[in-house]
């Protein structure tokens, strides 16, 4: 899924001059591939033990709340409520989890405010690749997992911006010499224009997002792992039943009373 995304996300870099295109003809074929494929990614964590029961329903609580979470801040000035839960909920429960986790949060984001259209896969998968590094980081407990998951929030903040502008940025039209794309240019010129053009016009909003990541990471981190991990534990419907010998030599399960 995130080869087919990097190619979704930088296909328009490689064109040949002149060549006509547009995100309304591509976004439908990602999105028709991109929603198999998200299945395809929860079957394979629930056969290799990664999800189960609980985790399931931990995945649909969390993308409501965070689908609800969205448009308090709605991207204003950069406000973007809705990482911070995407990076926790990855850490909790693993990297599987939170591709899944931040694809389907933005979905339900879509459909409760109305904001379907071609740049919606393209949200899914950056927002999915949040989730996913989350799950990636080395194990930390304590102040510094903190922030670790702050500094964390605070690059991938950065990154998503960058991907979502390389989504937009080859169909922006108005554009002076030193700002726009070029079709059929040299890659390294055109990786230029961009930079250019990313500084210029969405930088105030990538650092507002990183902030706000680095804020709600920082002020909930500890309160939000703390429940979530206590939330898997008591929830462990998977855990396996052993059974031990009892005094008199017959077996039965560990934990159990046999006063009773």
Excluded at 3 to 22: C, E, I, Y
């Amino acid at each position: 899924m995130s080869l087919a995304g990097v190619v979704a996300f930088g296909w328009p870099l490689l064109v040949d001059p002149g060549t006509t295109f547009s995100h309304s003809t591509d976004a439908p074929l990602l999105f028709s591939l991109l929603m198999p494929l998200l299945l395809a990614v929860v079957l394979a964590e629930i056969s290799e033990g990664g999800l189960d029961v609980k985790a399931i329903a931990m995945l649909g609580v969390l993308s409501a709340i965070g689908a609800a979470l969205r448009p308090v801040g709605a991207g204003t000035a950069g406000l973007e409520t809705v990482f911070f839960l995407l990076i926790l909920g990855g850490r909790v429960f693993g990297a599987g989890f939170g591709f899944v986790l931040g694809a389907t949060t933005l979905f339900a984001s879509a459909l409760i405010t109305g904001g379907v259209g071609p740049w919606l896969p393209f949200q899914m998968l950056g927002a999915a690749w949040v989730g996913l590094g989350a799950g990636l980081l080395p194990p930390l407990r304590g102040k510094a997992e903190i922030a670790l998951l702050a500094a964390y929030g605070a690059v991938a903040g950065l990154l998503y911006g960058v991907c979502l502008n390389l989504m937009f940025w080859p169909f922006t039209t108005g554009l002076d010499g030193e700002l726009s794309f070029v079709a059929g240019a040299p890659l390294t010129d055109n990786l230029q224009r961009f930079l250019v053009y990313s500084l210029a016009t969405s930088l105030g909003w990538d650092i507002g997002r990183a902030i706000t990541n680095i804020a709600l990471v920082s002020l909930t981190g500890t309160v939000v792992l703390r429940t979530l991990r206590r939330a898997a534990r008591k929830a462990a419907f998977e855990a396996p039943v052993e059974f031990t010998p009892a005094a008199h030599g017959t077996t039965r399960p560990a934990g159990s009373d046999m006063r009773g």
